[in-house]
């Protein structure tokens, strides 16, 4: 009788122990760390927009997802297996503010070079009344309904993954962001107190900023995990005091944990998701997502975040048949409206 054993690699063991390792450590580290608030600027990048994700809680770094993985960990941009893959969000947020953003993944002979991708997330903060110093006014300040340029806010990157094996696969993303805080008249002094003059003052801030991650199949099952370091940028300032955009790191842990379940057959999966989060200016939370997928055409998707002042329970659904995905995901809001993400993807 012959007794077969099987091997794993040294450098497999490895890897999945120091992924585990970073796993359990991280958040119990995150704890010990004071509170965090308002360290960072631009935070319009912290808010998601893909319905998918949101729906599941944004434990979404192990999440192979095509080119809407730009937003979340590049390097899940690496499995496309389409020549063309188009994304697009839309979402109204709290206080009458508009999301949309949109991805393009182009997979060039079939990866062999990689994947290339765009991105970009544009917000309307809406119309806005303004009061601002006036030269010409008794009160020394006026009203300003119109003729004034609105706050918006935008990013447009530029991504790049790449499969190094069958189980490890990285991916990056350089982006341009600018936000704009509309313009103001401000008194120009000479010396202290003695007011020369007022011009006009623009408060728009652009900066580029860098997102890259990992992610490794185990081999044991569909264990997968993944590592994202997203929004890495200098410092900038408006006026005095500077600020770096919102860093993040994530790591997260996923598995079909159907695979445990001999009974079922392959028309089922339910994937459990878990992200452990380390923001810059917020205290670490962790995201938990699950999804069922049946016969890859429909999807019923939870998730719960810790840890957060204005919600945790999140839930939504997809569709998907001939290459075509739609996407819906609903986040109810303690103080504020509901929240309703809708995205859309397609594949060629």
Request: charged content about 15%; aromatic content about 16%; overall charge negative.
């Amino acid at each position: 009788m012959k007794i077969f054993i099987m091997k794993i690699p040294i450098f497999c063991k490895k890897s999945v122990l120091l992924f585990t390792l970073l796993f359990f450590i991280i958040p119990l580290i995150s704890n010990a760390q004071n509170k965090k608030i308002a360290q960072t600027g631009f935070q319009f990048l912290t808010v998601g927009t893909n319905a998918r994700a949101t729906a599941l809680g944004e434990a979404y770094t192990t999440v192979e997802s095509g080119s809407n993985s730009l937003f979340y960990n590049p390097a899940g941009m690496a499995s496309t297996s389409t020549f063309l893959d188009v994304s697009f969000n839309s979402m109204g947020w709290i206080a009458d503010i508009n999301y949309l953003s949109g991805t393009l993944g182009l997979n060039i002979e079939g990866g062999k070079y990689g994947v290339f991708g765009i991105s970009f997330l544009n917000v309307d903060y809406g119309e806005f009344l303004f009061t601002r110093v006036s030269s010409t006014s008794e009160s020394g300040y006026e009203d300003i309904t119109s003729g004034v340029s609105e706050p918006y806010a935008f990013s447009i990157g530029l991504g790049y993954a790449i499969q190094l094996s069958n189980k490890f696969s990285v991916g990056g993303q350089v982006k341009f962001v600018k936000q704009s805080l509309g313009s103001s008249e401000v008194p120009v002094y000479e010396g202290i107190g003695n007011i020369t003059g007022i011009e006009e003052k623009k408060y728009d801030l652009s900066v580029f900023a860098f997102d890259f991650g990992t992610i490794y199949k185990t081999g044991f099952k569909s264990l997968v995990f993944g590592m994202s370091v997203r929004n890495f940028s200098e410092e900038v300032k408006y006026e005095k005091e500077g600020f770096q955009l919102p860093l993040s790191f994530r790591i997260g842990i996923s598995i079909d944990a159907f695979d445990f379940i001999e009974s079922v057959n392959s028309d089922h999966s339910l994937f459990v998701i878990i992200d452990a989060v380390h923001p810059r200016s917020f205290p670490e939370y962790l995201s938990f997502g699950g999804e069922y997928i049946f016969m890859n055409l429909l999807s019923l998707r939870a998730g719960f975040v810790t840890g957060q002042d204005l919600y945790d329970f999140t839930a939504g659904f997809g569709i998907r048949k001939f290459g075509f995905e739609l996407n819906y995901s609903f986040t109810p809001y303690f103080e504020f409206k509901d929240i309703h993400r809708f995205s859309v993807r397609f594949s060629l």
